[in-house]
């Protein structure tokens, strides 16, 4: 899918607030744009085929062997190299709603979709509704298949329990995938990686193409890594910002928001549709939403929220409030 992602700010000149991208905008990057600057060379010459350095300092970071880890252009390029790899299996079974992606990658490698199906995708936490499976349904989920995707890109942004690499490794049917794209909120560089057990990684290896992470990225991950921060400096404030939001926008009437485990979720505007309140934000106010109907499940009326400052989910919580009044 092209086009239909959240984040579609480049079809704007004019947007001051983002409630679209469900990635943390209040990181600081001065550091990471002084690092880059002075290494800026390093696009004269080919990167690394395979990305092994940054695959090595994920691997000490995880504590398992660099061969159980493989990293790609993004949580989608793993998604798609996954349904190419195992395409001859033919059948896989998407949980919805979720992020369209692998329904879409599966479509593309000629899968037939039925519960029950060789293949799962288990997005953990889930985009758009912001829950979390409980791990033990998650293992007794990969019990009934005989492949499971989990994908956590979204594992830094929740304090839930989650499935860490060396638990699925051992197991040999769960792939874990995880987002340095979300993790450190760089979603222009596309960085994601996969950890699984060796045999999964070498299948999906002979699948990679050569060069898929280039020069810049790769320095920009190694860097990222070594440092060891995260995008978000204070995850509980930053969760209990995102209640306070939620709550306040349920209390519009004509506004139902859904519970969440993360820093988005998922809304409902009944007398209009998602559309419609996403285009008179965004000319009227400047703010950017996610218009959500185009996840399969869900309806015209449906819209996510990703959490912002205290004053830009403020400045939301007035303009959302003003659209219903003038209805």
Same mark, same amino acid.
């Given at each position: 899918?092209?086009?239909?992602?959240?984040?579609?700010?480049?079809? @704007?000149?004019?947007?001051?607030?983002? %409630?679209?991208?469900?990635?943390?905008?209040?990181?600081?990057?001065?550091?990471?744009?002084?690092?880059?600057?002075?290494?800026?060379d390093?696009?004269?010459?080919?990167?690394?085929?395979?990305?092994?350095?940054?695959?090595?300092?994920?691997?000490?970071?995880?504590?398992?062997?660099?061969?159980?880890? +493989?990293?790609?252009? &993004?949580?989608?390029?793993?998604?798609?190299?996954?349904?190419q790899?195992?395409?001859?299996?033919?059948?896989?079974?998407?949980? *919805?709603?979720?992020?369209?992606?692998?329904?879409?990658?599966?479509?593309?490698?000629? @899968?037939?979709?039925?519960?029950?199906?060789?293949?799962?995708?288990?997005?953990?936490?889930?985009?758009? /509704? &912001?829950?979390?499976?409980?791990?033990?349904?998650?293992?007794?989920?990969?019990?009934?298949?005989?492949?499971?995707?989990?994908? *956590?890109?979204?594992?830094?942004?929740?304090?839930?329990?989650?499935?860490?690499?060396?638990?699925?490794?051992?197991?040999?049917?769960?792939i874990?995938?995880?987002?340095?794209?979300?993790? $450190?909120?760089?979603?222009?560089?596309r960085? &994601?990686?996969? /950890?699984?057990?060796?045999?999964?990684?070498?299948?999906?290896?002979?699948?990679?193409?050569?060069?898929?992470?280039?020069?810049?990225?790769? #320095?920009?991950?190694?860097?990222?890594?070594?440092?060891?921060?995260?995008?978000?400096?204070?995850?509980?404030?930053?969760?209990?910002?995102? #209640?306070? +939001?939620?709550?306040?926008?349920n209390?519009?009437?004509?506004?139902?928001?859904?519970?969440?485990?993360?820093? $988005?979720?998922?809304?409902?505007?009944?007398?209009?549709?998602?559309?419609?309140?996403?285009?008179y934000?965004?000319? #009227?106010?400047?703010?950017?939403?996610?218009d959500?109907?185009? $996840?399969? &499940?869900?309806?015209?009326?449906?819209?996510?929220?990703?959490?912002?400052?205290?004053?830009?989910?403020?400045?939301?919580?007035h303009?959302?409030?003003? %659209?219903?009044?003038?209805?």
């Open positions: 899918m092209i086009e239909g992602h959240g984040d579609d700010l480049y079809r @704007y000149n004019h947007i001051k607030m983002n %409630f679209s991208s469900n990635i943390f905008n209040g990181t600081d990057m001065s550091a990471l744009k002084d690092y880059l600057c002075s290494c800026l390093v696009v004269r010459s080919y990167p690394e085929p395979s990305a092994a350095t940054l695959e090595q300092l994920i691997a000490d970071e995880c504590g398992i062997r660099p061969d159980e880890v +493989l990293v790609t252009s &993004g949580a989608v390029d793993a998604i798609y190299l996954i349904a790899a195992y395409r001859h299996e033919g059948t896989c079974h998407v949980i *919805q709603p979720t992020f369209r992606e692998y329904e879409d990658a599966c479509r593309v490698f000629g @899968y037939q979709e039925r519960d029950g199906g060789v293949l799962c995708w288990l997005c953990n936490p889930n985009n758009p /509704t &912001g829950s979390v499976m409980p791990v033990e349904d998650v293992l007794a989920l990969a019990d009934q298949y005989g492949l499971l995707v989990v994908d *956590q890109s979204y594992e830094d942004y929740t304090m839930a329990p989650l499935l860490a690499p060396a638990d699925v490794i051992v197991r040999g049917n769960i874990l995938l995880h987002s340095m794209t979300k993790r $450190f909120a760089v979603p222009g560089l960085l &994601g990686y996969v /950890t699984a057990s060796s045999q999964v990684i070498k299948r999906l290896r002979d699948q990679y193409r050569p060069w898929a992470i280039n020069a810049l990225s790769l #320095e920009a991950g190694k860097w990222l890594v070594t440092q060891g921060r995260t995008a978000i400096p204070d995850l509980p404030s930053y969760l209990a910002e995102t #209640e306070r +939001l939620r709550l306040q926008l209390e519009i009437e004509g506004i139902d928001t859904q519970d969440t485990q993360t820093n $988005f979720f998922l809304c409902t505007i009944r007398q209009s549709t998602a559309a419609e309140l996403k285009e934000l965004a000319q #009227e106010h400047g703010i950017l939403i996610r959500a109907s185009n $996840f399969t &499940g869900l309806t015209p009326h449906h819209f996510r929220i990703a959490t912002q400052s205290p004053a830009e989910n403020d400045a939301l919580i303009a959302v409030n003003q %659209f219903i009044t003038t209805r």
